[in-house]
């Protein structure tokens, strides 16, 4: 072989590496939630799994006796009660007001808040604040938030997060025919939680899944029984809560 083919052969070799390692360099997108305010810094850092499509996802704080203190982050589209996708009646999609108590029941009821309806969600007419609502993350994301009450030492972060169609061999399409909620969730919601102390030098806490919701949103049980969980457990590949 000729030097100047090795040569060639060399520097193509080295710009498909160069254009590899600046992809996985790439650094995920950083979303801020109600950090002009006062308060211990927190981060989620985020890792998408392999089944990871656009799912719903709702982070808050509970302090060590079980009590919701606030929410750090909820898809616009919930913390709202209007999907972009809401309103068909004019014969294309356009935002409207939807309610999907299975989307993501646990943090409802945990917030304990009902609307006109009596559902435990937020709606157009009561929603969340702006400071707390966001775009839903199209892939790995850090988000950067603050815990508002500086005497919580002790607390746990939960994450909960929801993927529309991903049905499997136990959560078909026909398991609950009469129950129209149930087809918005297919797999319930999982749950994950880390427990924070303040007090200790750990600074980053891994989130384990605890449990799924109710599979179409009417009661705020966690469900401790995964075992009919299947491609919903690899929409997370990995969860950090990071203390600045």
Known sequence: MKKSTIVNITIIVLFIVSCKSSKIQDPSPVYNYNTDTSGTGVSIEFTRGNEFNYPLMAIWVEDEKGNFMQTLYVAESIGKGTFRHGDTSTGKWLPGPVLRPAALPYWSHRRGIKNSSGLYLPDSENPIPDAYTGPTPTGDFVLNSKIEDKNLRKFSVYFE?????????????????????????????????ADVNLDSLDKVYIMTVIGHSHYSGKDGELYSDISTITTALEIVKDIRVIIR
């Open 161 to 193: 997060i929801n993927q529309t169609w991903d049905w499997n061999e136990y959560w078909t399409n026909n398991k609950y025919p009469e129950d129209s909620d149930y087809k918005t969730s297919c797999q319930p919601a999982l749950v994950y939680k």
